[in-house]
């Protein structure tokens, strides 16, 4: 599967901004396990969001949790990831990621470790101003 992030750009402290993530290149996405990571400059690459297979369990970082939803629509094979109340330390390259193991309790792997995804997209610059 091939992923394509968007919805990246400048956003001022506080404010919010919704990134998508499309996939393609298998009709199976459906049961694909989506999430998304980021990178900051200087800093290691860092687990944010996932999602199961048809979208009934997710799971959060902590830093993340309350202010930051991922939804998918299978229908368009996109994931979204709906981010609220940024901060300025929520700058970063978000990646999106994808497993293909038709997880639908998010209890096969642990989702939080990079090595649990087998697609990555190229990643979206977010940027948040004071």
């Known amino acids: 599967a091939q992923l394509v992030e968007s919805g990246g750009g400048l956003v001022q402290a506080g404010g919010p901004l919704r990134l998508s993530c499309a996939a393609s290149?298998?009709?199976?996405?459906?049961?694909?396990?989506m999430g998304w990571f980021r990178q900051a400059p200087g800093k290691e690459r860092e687990f944010v969001a996932a999602?199961?297979?048809?979208?009934?369990?997710?799971y959060y970082s902590d830093s993340v949790q309350g202010r930051f939803t991922i939804s998918r629509d299978n229908t368009k094979s996109t994931a979204f990831l709906q981010m609220n109340s940024l901060k300025l330390e929520d700058t970063a390259v978000y990646y999106c990621?994808?497993?293909?193991?038709?997880?639908?309790?998010?209890?096969?792997?642990?989702?939080?470790?990079?090595?649990?995804?087998?697609?990555w997209g190229k990643g979206t610059q977010v940027t948040v101003s004071a």
């Open positions: 999602i199961s297979a048809a979208g009934r369990v997710t």
């Open positions: 290149g298998n009709a199976f996405h459906s049961q694909y396990v």
């Open positions: 990621v994808a497993e293909s193991g038709a997880d639908y309790g998010l209890g096969q792997k642990n989702y939080q470790q990079a090595g649990a995804y087998e697609f």
